[in-house]
Antibody, heavy 122, light 107 residues
Framework: QITLKESGPTLVKPTQTLTLTCTFSGFSVSTNGVGVAWIRQPPGKALEWLAQFYWNDNRHYSPSLESRLTITKDTSKNQVVLTMTNMDPVDTGTYYC??????????????WGQGSLVTVSS | DIQMTQSPSSVSASVGDTVTITCRASQNIHNWLAWYQQKPGKTPRLLIY???SLQSGVPSRFSGTGSGTDFTLTISSLQPEDFATYFC?????????FGQGTKVEIK
């Protein structure tokens, strides 16, 4: 069974750096075809794809946020970490990590973590 | 970026009704389209991927069609547990993008 779980601070101050960790089980991020993404959702709003990491160390970022985002992996800990710099109140929302379904050829996310609510406020 | 536009933004329906939600892409995404269901306070649930492939465990009353730029999600014989918000998502090119959501409400 594949599970993912996000962890990190619930409250950050404006201009601070957010670090979120996705800890997963049931797969390895080094296995051919595996991808893990970060997706966020402001309260009451739509989902927004942020970044994606692949087994071959390829990374993709949202162009509008690319200068602030870094996605990395720790294979030994079964973790994918997202760092977002210069946090602003508009970054408040629930941050999800999710596995790309299958090992290519689906373009969808399943399963998802439970989400981590992050509030940006002074 | 590819823009995904859903319509309607909300729809009121009764149990047993058939509901159709449309998702339009700003450019050709071939069949790289997925649909998710989200209930308040819950994680999105994958329903359909590559336009029409039903994810394991999803009831057959959910179906997807389309290609290119125009796609639909149809819920046949709406059940009480189907009242939720639905999102489409394209995976043709990065950045992958989501629609703004369609809320299916009880009439």
């Amino acid at each position: 069974q594949i599970t993912l779980k996000e962890s990190g601070p619930t409250l950050v101050k404006p201009t601070q750096t957010l670090t979120l960790t996705c800890t997963f089980s049931g797969f390895s991020v080094s296995t051919n075809g595996v991808g893990v993404a970060w997706i966020r959702q402001p309260p009451g709003k739509a989902l927004e794809w942020l970044a994606q990491f692949y087994w071959n160390d390829n990374r993709h970022y949202s162009p509008s946020l690319e200068s602030r985002l870094t996605i990395t992996k720790d294979t030994s800990k079964n973790q994918v970490v997202l760092t977002m710099t210069n946090m602003d109140p508009v970054d408040t929302g629930t941050y999800y990590c999710a596995q790309r379904l299958g090992k290519g050829g689906t373009g969808a996310f399943d399963p998802w973590g439970q989400g981590s609510l992050v509030t940006v406020s002074s | 970026d590819i823009q995904m536009t859903q319509s309607p933004s909300s729809v009121s329906a009764s149990v047993g009704d058939t509901v159709t939600i449309t998702c339009r892409a700003s450019q050709n995404i071939h069949n790289w389209l997925a649909w998710y269901q989200q209930k308040p306070g819950k994680t999105p649930r994958l329903l359909i991927y590559t336009t029409s492939s039903l994810q394991s465990g999803v009831p057959s009353r959910f179906s997807g069609t389309g290609s290119g730029t125009d796609f639909t999600l149809t819920i046949s014989s709406l059940q009480p547990e189907d009242f939720a918000t639905y999102f489409c998502q394209q995976a043709n090119s990065f950045p992958w993008t989501f629609g703004q959501g369609t809320k299916v409400e009880i009439k």
